[in-house]
């Protein structure tokens, strides 16, 4: 007699599977008694699927059952039920615009909770928000856009009779999906095998997220291969079960020995931010080539599996692929980045100019400095004294965890404008501001200079005492400082939240030090980067327009052609260290084209969502 455990099925985009429980000792012979007319497909297939599995074992009682079961309309219709969901799912025409409503509603009812006196409309709409139903529907329609509403199968249940042992057959349809072994990688199901080292057997040793295998739900790693396709892979090498895969066609059928113990992980929802480009073909190092998910720097992706040390699981935010690649871990790529400097270390060049080549001072203080030998006259440069190159060039930036933040109307992010001295900030900065100088300011800075005939306190700047400044630097108080001729500069950090509590529009252009103390979860600064063109390009452009030299006072004269090669360098110095920091990138080619990019992003920044780091928005 057969003694059937569990019996699941499962059609879902194009993949069959049947998964039987049962014993060895046991014999007789399953019969399917045929299909009936316009049955589902899925449903046929299985039948069928019975005249070919004659080694298990049956009575003429079981066969009944289970012919009766696969055959009756109660699951027809429950399967009919499941393929309108997924068809749906999978439609072009029908996709959630976003899969966080609950966030969403969260940041509402923050925004409403200070308005209940405004208005009813604004009272009315708050307790609406609070209501289980409305929250009910809220958090169903979010299940579904995280395509979470598949079933999550039990365990296998494990028989006490010693002479028996589980197990699974399950049926998947070829596609063009990878399943590697330890040298090779043929496209077949979507997970990857591996030779167990203690056993010698074929297990699974990977199962891809939304692949074939995963979305089947009876494919497990650490499950042991037996047979495929009705050859028994005992002794076999992975590239021997590859071979087997590869000449097969249509339906490929899997004995599996289920593992005992695996993980029903549920897929994470963690999102990052790529910091680097990545290509899986030129990875000698990944398991599978096939597998692997391309990615270019600034990507966000959506790490669905860290189980693995070395080699997580991923995919694209937005793209409807719903099959995972894999992609370098952290601490992988870590290890990576870490060896490529160690190894230009050693070759004595870093391809980037010295730290000392780059005045972080004004010239009165470091008079050897090279930019120093060619002007008499300076102008004031912010910088914090406690800058340190060395420690932000071993920040090894390589994945950083976001999410969605919202604009919130009235809260405006502050628009900060980094680069090179002389790349044009300060111009683009004036146009933005003349655009709406009831939108858009800038902060008054601080000075320990006396107040000159005709100057007003907290116009040009905040004049204060030499101790109260240091007092204030002591304190952190300041986003950027430093000492012209005497006299101590600064911009601090409360003016900054005065005038984005004020409802304003805060635009800043620091020295690039300044990131360090402006991109905190309080501020949530917008961070845009303004490239120069090429050195050919730079030149071309500045002296068509006669453009005057930022590095001279008076700005009477042009670049020098070693003030464009400083810039060209102090570009590269802050692109090396700093570029993860930065939401937008705008070559400063053309200055009209240069504008129109600055205020389009002004724009964006507030009527469009951004993702920024994820302790942001907690």
């Not at 014993?23 to 009936?36: D, F, P």
């Not at 072994?181 to 030779?195: C, D, F, L, M």
């Not at 120093?372 to 190159?389: F, G, R």
Request: net charge negative; charged share 25%.
């Amino acid at each position: 007699m057969l003694v059937i455990n569990s019996i699941i099925i499962r059609e879902r985009e194009g993949i069959s599977t049947f998964y039987v429980s049962c014993s060895k000792k046991m014999t007789a012979e399953l019969m399917a008694n045929g299909t009936k007319e316009k049955w589902d497909p899925a449903l046929s297939r299985l039948l069928s699927s019975l005249q070919q599995a004659r080694e298990l074992p049956s009575t003429e009682e079981e066969l009944g059952f289970l012919s009766d079961l696969l055959q009756s309309k109660e699951l027809h219709a429950l399967v009919n039920v499941h393929n309108k969901i997924i068809s749906n799912g999978a439609s072009d025409k029908f996709f959630p615009m976003l899969s966080t409503s609950m966030h969403v509603m969260v940041d509402v009812l923050e925004v409403l909770a200070t308005k209940l006196h405004v208005s009813e409309e604004c009272k009315e709409l708050f307790y609406l928000l609070q209501k289980p139903h409305v929250q009910g529907l809220l958090y169903s329609h979010d299940a579904v856009a995280q395509k979470d509403y598949y079933p999550h199968l039990p365990e296998i249940p494990q028989e006490a009779d010693e002479d028996e042992e589980t197990i699974k057959i399950v049926q998947l349809v070829k596609s063009n999906e990878p399943l590697s072994g330890a040298q090779s990688a043929e496209p077949i199901v979507g997970a990857t095998i591996k030779t167990d080292e203690e056993t010698g057997k074929i297990v699974i040793a990977r199962v891809m997220h939304g692949g074939a295998a995963d979305r089947s739900g009876l494919i497990h790693v650490g499950d042991e291969v037996v047979e495929v396709n009705y050859i028994n892979v005992e002794g076999k090498t992975p590239n021997d079960v590859l071979n087997i895969l590869q000449n097969s066609e249509g339906t490929i059928t899997f004995k599996l020995v289920p593992a005992d113990s695996k993980l029903n992980i549920r897929e994470s929802k963690v999102r990052v931010r790529a910091h680097f480009d990545y290509k899986a073909a030129t990875d000698p190092y990944i398991p599978c080539k096939e597998a692997g998910l391309d990615f270019r720097k600034g990507d966000v992706l959506h790490i669905v599996s860290q189980d693995d040390a070395y080699w997580w699981q991923a995919r694209r935010e937005g793209d409807r692929n719903m099959r995972a690649g894999l992609i370098p871990s952290r601490a992988l790529q870590e290890r990576r980045i870490i060896h490529d400097r160690t190894q230009s270390a050693k070759d004595g060049d870093d391809g980037l100019c010295s730290v000392s080549a780059l005045p972080v001072l004004t010239c009165s203080q470091s008079p050897k400095s090279p930019r120093c030998a060619s002007k008499p006259k300076t102008k004031k440069i912010m910088y914090d004294t406690a800058e340190n190159d060395d420690f932000d060039r071993e920040q090894i930036a390589t994945y950083e965890e976001v999410a969605k933040l919202y604009p919130r109307p009235g809260i405006y992010r502050p628009i900060v404008l980094i680069g090179a001295p002389g790349v044009g900030r300060n111009e683009l900065k004036r146009r933005l501001i003349d655009t709406d100088p009831d939108k858009y300011r800038t902060p008054t800075p601080f000075t320990s200079r006396q107040m000159k005939p005709g100057e007003v306190n907290g116009k040009e700047y905040f004049f204060v005492s030499r101790e109260k400044m240091e007092e204030d630097i002591e304190a952190s108080k300041f986003i950027e400082y430093g000492e012209y001729k005497g006299n101590l500069y600064g911009t601090s950090a409360d003016s900054v939240k005065a005038i984005v509590n004020s409802g304003h529009v805060c635009i800043l252009n620091p020295h690039y030090q300044a990131l360090k103390m402006l991109r905190t979860p309080q501020l949530k600064p917008y961070i845009i980067y303004i490239k120069p063109p090429p050195l050919d390009k730079l030149k071309e452009t500045r002296n068509a327009v006669h453009a005057r030299s930022t590095f001279d006072v008076d700005n009477s004269r042009g670049f020098t052609e070693e003030e464009f090669n400083d810039i060209i360098k102090a570009a590269n110095r802050i692109e090396f260290l700093y570029d993860h920091f930065f939401d937008e990138v705008i070559v400063n080619d053309d200055l009209a084209v240069a504008f129109s990019q600055l205020l389009a992003a002004t724009n964006r920044v507030e009527s469009e969502p951004s993702w920024v780091p994820a302790s942001w928005v907690q």
